[in-house]
């Protein structure tokens, strides 16, 4: 069974950086890693993503902001969050998937894993 696991989340304010990370201890993420949020009452969408050759794609609302990163050697997947804004406020979630396949869409309904949330709130 997966068991992805976010961690790093907390309360800041504007301006103010977060480093999220996400523990895969059983190595699903042989194809894509990707970040998730979701506020409340809107849809979860797609922040960042990591693919497993390297490249990786944004939200063009995050661009500039926020690096996807990860470190095989741990199996662990980073989200290093710079200049936050209260409109980054919401539950981050961590995705993987054995395929590599369209993984820089950022779309829910590739991921088969999740973890259950880290919870961000930027106050102004």
């Known amino acids: 069974q997966v068991q992805l696991k976010e961690s790093g989340g907390d309360s800041v304010q504007a301006g103010g950086s977060l480093r999220l990370s996400c523990v895969d201890p059983?190595?699903?993420?042989?194809?894509?890693m990707a970040w998730f949020r979701q506020a409340p009452g809107k849809e979860r969408e797609g922040v960042a993503a990591?693919?497993?050759?390297?490249?990786?794609s944004y939200a063009e609302s995050v661009e500039g902001r926020f690096t996807v990163s990860g470190d095989n050697t741990v199996n662990t997947l980073y989200l290093e969050m710079n200049n936050l804004k209260p409109e980054d406020t919401g539950m981050y979630y961590c995705?993987?998937?054995?395929?590599?396949?369209?993984?820089?869409?950022?779309?829910?309904?590739?991921?088969?894993?999740w973890g259950q949330g880290t919870q961000v709130t930027v106050s102004s």
């Open positions: 990591l693919r497993s050759d390297g490249r990786t």
């Open positions: 059983g190595r699903t993420s042989s194809g894509c």
């Open positions: 995705a993987a998937d054995h395929s590599s396949a369209r993984c820089l869409e950022r779309r829910t309904s590739m991921f088969d894993y």
